[in-house]
């Protein structure tokens, strides 16, 4: 099975800050990988997938990249809407799509 | 505006079943496959069960094989989730989500709001 590990597990941030969020496959996924974000109490949403395509609405300060098997998330000036629980998923054909641990992005 | 509306969930025994329901709007629900996802409170996010758009292929996480089914009625745009054999572990919030992709393995473009499940004696 295909294993995701990301970090870090919890950051502190002040809002205009650029954060960055790293997530490493245990083996190549290509560019079969998402972001989501997940507010307190809420659903996740999509932010990212096929390693750096921007979903729909998300706004541009959102950014995400890959080099080899880690992937970055790159949050470029944190908004105060922004505080919230960040997963990584990998979607690998043919294999058991698996997310990360998730990190939270705490003021 | 996609909309998923999941329904169902409740306090159930151990051994006990339960089936999920998910309403979808504002797409061709016909054309997507369909992705339930859980959160064990407090945890991550894992993904259970999909089906192809058209309900001839269907792939489930190890750990709800042989317990879980997932279907869909198109004519309804609906979702299913029947539950059997529950265990204490299978409680959590269960996500209906669409897939992005078209295969057995995608991400997640659009996610409902929830329903919960507590397995509990």
């Known amino acids: 099975a295909i294993r995701i590990t990301q970090s870090p597990s919890s950051l502190s941030a002040t809002t205009g800050d650029r954060v960055t969020i790293t997530c490493r496959a245990s083996q190549i996924i290509n560019s079969y990988l998402a972001w989501y974000q997940q507010r307190p109490g809420k659903a996740p949403q999509l932010l990212i997938y096929?390693?750096?395509t921007l979903g729909s609405g998300v706004p541009s300060r959102f950014s995400g990249s890959r080099s080899g098997t880690d992937f970055t998330l790159t949050i470029s000036s944190l908004q105060s809407e922004d505080f919230a629980t960040y997963y990584c998923?990998?979607?690998?054909?043919?294999?058991?799509?698996?997310f990360g641990p998730g990190t939270k992005v705490e003021i | 505006e996609v909309q998923l509306v999941e329904s169902g969930g409740n306090l159930v025994q151990p051994g006990g079943s339960l089936r999920l329901s998910c309403v979808a709007s504002g797409f061709t629900f016909s054309s997507y496959w369909m992705s339930w996802v859980r959160q064990a409170p407090g945890k991550g996010l894992e993904w259970v069960a999909n089906?192809?758009?058209?309900?001839?292929?269907?792939f489930y996480v190890d750990s709800v094989k042989g317990r879980f089914t997932i279907s869909r009625d198109n004519a309804k745009n609906s979702l299913f989730l029947q539950m059997n054999s529950l265990r204490a572990d299978d409680a959590a919030i269960y996500y209906c989500?669409?897939?992005?992709?078209?295969?057995?393995?995608?991400?997640?473009?659009?996610w409902g709001q929830g329903t919960l499940v507590t397995v509990s004696s």
């Open positions: 998923q990998h979607y690998y054909p043919y294999t058991e799509s698996t």
């Open positions: 089906i192809k758009h058209d309900g001839s292929e269907k």
């Open positions: 096929a390693a750096s």
């Open positions: 989500a669409r897939d992005g992709g078209f295969s057995s393995s995608n991400y997640f473009d659009s």
